[in-house]
């Protein structure tokens, strides 16, 4: 399973998608719809930041925006899930899945506590859904309809730009990005999940 941590302020993570979707052709959607909504394509990047009362890098009233990533070239597809909600007044939501459908989650800022928490990067390998494919193709279809190569390639090159193009320095083995490089010079906590 390919992952990467690191911490992103609001200016990083528009550079982060603007990136998947611009030069890696990934399209977006919600990782979780909003409660009795189905998923939404999320199709340019206002309407990622438009998902989210407060844009792409949550505050600490909201939990953290979390978007599935799916590149056409890859093969396969998303998988839309009804969950269903036995909270009062609550019936459902949805979740985008697929065994190669990437997930993309960031950090909530918090300003008053002054903290920004982690955010990451990550999707299966084709060792571990091969492992679940047992249980889980009847909904998530054959794992081999998906190019795990060309997943492997979009994966590399989205971890490279983020590490090597917008990470300025590093806490542990998480990069920080730019902006949220200059949180921190402002007292900001980051805080590893």
């Known amino acids: 399973m390919a992952s990467l941590d690191f911490f992103?302020?609001?200016?990083?993570?528009r550079a982060i998608l603007a990136y998947a979707m611009e030069d890696l052709g990934c399209l977006v959607y919600e990782a979780f719809s909003p409660y009795d909504s189905g998923a939404r394509q999320l199709p340019d990047l206002a309407a990622v930041e438009g998902a989210s009362p407060r844009?792409?890098?949550a505050d600490a009233l909201e939990t953290a925006v979390m978007l599935?990533?799916?590149a056409p070239s890859t093969g396969g597809g998303p998988v839309i899930e009804r969950i269903a909600l036995k909270l009062k007044g609550l019936s459902f939501r949805e979740t985008v899945v697929g065994w190669g459908v990437m997930r993309l989650n960031f950090g909530v800022l918090d300003?008053?506590?002054?903290?920004?928490?982690?955010?990451g990067f990550g999707?299966?390998?084709?060792?571990?859904?091969?492992?679940?494919e047992d249980t889980s193709g009847e909904?998530?279809?054959?794992?081999?309809?998906?190019?795990?190569?060309e997943l492997e390639r979009i994966s590399r090159k989205l971890r490279y730009h983020i590490r090597q193009r917008l990470g300025v320095?590093?806490?542990?083995?998480?990069p920080i990005l730019g902006e949220a490089q200059r949180l921190q010079q402002q007292g900001y906590d980051l805080r590893q999940l």
């Open 8 to 13: 992103a302020g609001p200016v990083d993570a």
């Open 123 to 132: 999707h299966n390998s084709v060792k571990r859904a091969l492992k679940w």
């Open 68 to 70: 599935s990533l799916w």
């Open 111 to 119: 300003r008053q506590a002054r903290t920004l928490t982690s955010s």
């Open 55 to 57: 844009g792409l890098v």
């Open 169 to 174: 320095t590093k806490l542990g083995s998480a």
């Open 139 to 149: 909904r998530l279809g054959p794992v081999s309809a998906w190019d795990w190569d």
